[in-house]
């Protein structure tokens, strides 16, 4: 049994290791500048995985492109637009904070304020329902 | 009482509408519309298929509009979208030139225009997948039309049918507008 166990973790620690990327770069720092980018890039083709996790070929190429702008020492927002104009802004999974998508980011304030209003005014009520509750009620001789 | 009702219902039918707009706007994969339309086409200078030794550019093609169209033989839809090609090579409104994506071995692309015939006024080779990166490209097959200015005016992503072809490229290609979907 414990065998079994063994190998089946062993099976699925296996197919987790070919989605690692083994791309490796002499700075740490450009390291975790490709990590950064390759998650937050969507793969296109597979939709809804990003490119780092991506087992497709035009990941791989996508992956190899961030990888030579990374050591051509491009910043994140240089790279993010290189992608954005090749592909749209639909490569992004963190949608640009423009003037067009400020909806997008406002929003989930603006339902947590209505939210909270509505909360407090339930919440009100309810405490003065409290508050005139006082008179027995007909018939009930209490515990 | 009746007021219980208003908000909610206020909530609900603004809910409904802007998840209405938001479903009937939504670009599924096929119909996302590529950022390169209106802008000039990306230049390449890359191996050419039908030259072993020569390099094709796309510049040459300016004056004139032309198809890029984006194959490979390792791609199923493009061997069904081939007859169309052939028809429309034919028909000659337009060059199409080829971008042969990432296919390793150049024998395959040979017998496969040998055995199916070759649509292409010229074929340019991209075999690391970088070109096909500078036009957006998702999926093969896929077809731009590049204006004579050498604006791209529309993609295709997917095969091109006889429908498709007069509808989306005819048109465009006459310089009239598309009827719009």
């Known amino acids: 049994m414990r065998a079994f166990f063994l190998s089946l973790l062993l099976a699925l620690s296996a197919t987790t290791a070919l989605a690692i990327d083994i791309t490796q770069f002499d700075d740490p720092a450009k390291q975790e500048q490709y990590l950064r980018l390759t998650h937050e890039l969507r793969c296109m083709q597979c939709l809804n995985t990003s490119i780092a996790d991506s087992q497709v070929d035009l990941a791989a190429d996508l992956r190899k492109e961030v990888r030579d702008l990374v050591n051509e020492g491009k910043t994140d927002d240089e790279i993010r637009k290189y992608m954005v104009d090749r592909y749209g802004e639909f490569i992004l999974f963190r949608p640009l904070t423009n003037a067009r998508n400020m909806w997008l980011w406002l929003a989930p304030v603006i339902f947590l304020v209505i939210g909270a209003i509505v909360a407090v005014r339930i919440l009100r009520q309810r405490a003065k329902l409290v508050d005139q509750d006082d008179e027995p009620i007909e018939g009930d001789t209490g515990r | ?181």
């Open chain 2, 1 to 181: 009482m009746m007021n219980r009702f208003i908000l909610p219902l206020g909530v609900f039918v603004l809910l409904a509408a802007v998840l209405y707009v938001g479903v009937k706007n939504s670009p599924d994969r096929e119909h996302l519309r590529s950022v390169l339309i209106g802008k000039p086409a990306p230049q390449f200078t890359l191996p050419d298929l039908l030259k072993p030794g020569a390099t094709l550019s796309n510049t040459q093609f300016k004056g004139k509009p032309y198809l890029l169209n984006v194959w490979g033989t390792w791609c199923v839809t493009c061997r069904v979208e081939h007859p169309m090609l052939m028809q429309l090579s034919q028909k000659q409104d337009v060059p199409i030139i080829g971008l042969n994506w990432k296919d390793e071995d150049d024998s395959l692309a040979h017998e496969w225009l040998k055995e199916f015939g070759n649509p292409y006024t010229a074929i340019a080779q991209d075999k690391p997948g970088r070109e096909a990166i500078n036009w957006g490209v998702t999926a093969a097959p896929e077809t731009f039309l590049v204006d004579a200015n050498g604006v791209v005016q529309y993609r295709l992503a997917g095969a091109m049918t006889p429908e498709i072809w007069e509808r989306e490229f005819l048109p465009r290609i006459q310089g009239k507008q598309p009827v719009s979907r």
